[in-house]
C-alpha cells in the first residue's frame, strides 16, 4: 500500500468510503466503532469492518480485495466447540485485540492451528 493510496482513503468521505468498502469487501462486513478500542489500519489508513458467524471469524480493510484472504481471522465459535466440547475459550474480543496486531505491523493475523476455522 503506497503512500498516495493510504492519504486517498482516509480522504473520503463517509458514503465514498461505503462504495470502497463493498466493492473490495462485499457490503455484508460490519462497521466497527473506534471508542471500542480499534486501531485504524497503519497500511491503508481506515477502521477495519468485520464478519461474524457461527463458523468465521474475519476482519478486513482496504488492503485487500474482495476475494483475498482477509489480513485477520480468530477461530470460530463452532470450531471451538468441536474441538473442546464446551464455549469457554470463545473470546469474542480476539479478534479486535488480533486486528489491533495486524493495524500496528502490517502482519496478517489470519492463521489458524490445523483443524480450526
Ligand atoms: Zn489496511
Redesign the pocket.
Known amino acids: 500500500?503506497d503512500h498516495y493510496l493510504k492519504a486517498h482513503f482516509e480522504s473520503l468521505k463517509p458514503e465514498e468510503l461505503e462504495k470502497v468498502f463493498a466493492y473490495k469487501c462485499g457490503d455484508w462486513y460490519d462497521k466497527v466503532d473506534e471508542q471500542d478500542g480499534w486501531l485504524k489500519?497503519g497500511?491503508?489508513?481506515?477502521l477495519p469492518r468485520t464478519w461474524c458467524f457461527n463458523n468465521g471469524r474475519y476482519a478486513t480493510?482496504?488492503?485487500v480485495d474482495k476475494y483475498d484472504e482477509k489480513?485477520v481471522r480468530t477461530e470460530s465459535v463452532l470450531s471451538i466447540r468441536k474441538r473442546t466440547g464446551l464455549t469457554v475459550e470463545f473470546k469474542p474480543d480476539n479478534l479486535r485485540l488480533r486486528w489491533n496486531v495486524y493495524a500496528e505491523t502490517g502482519i496478517p493475523q489470519n492463521k489458524l492451528p490445523e483443524g480450526c476455522w
Open positions: 500500500m489500519c497500511q491503508c489508513g481506515v480493510c482496504l488492503c489480513p
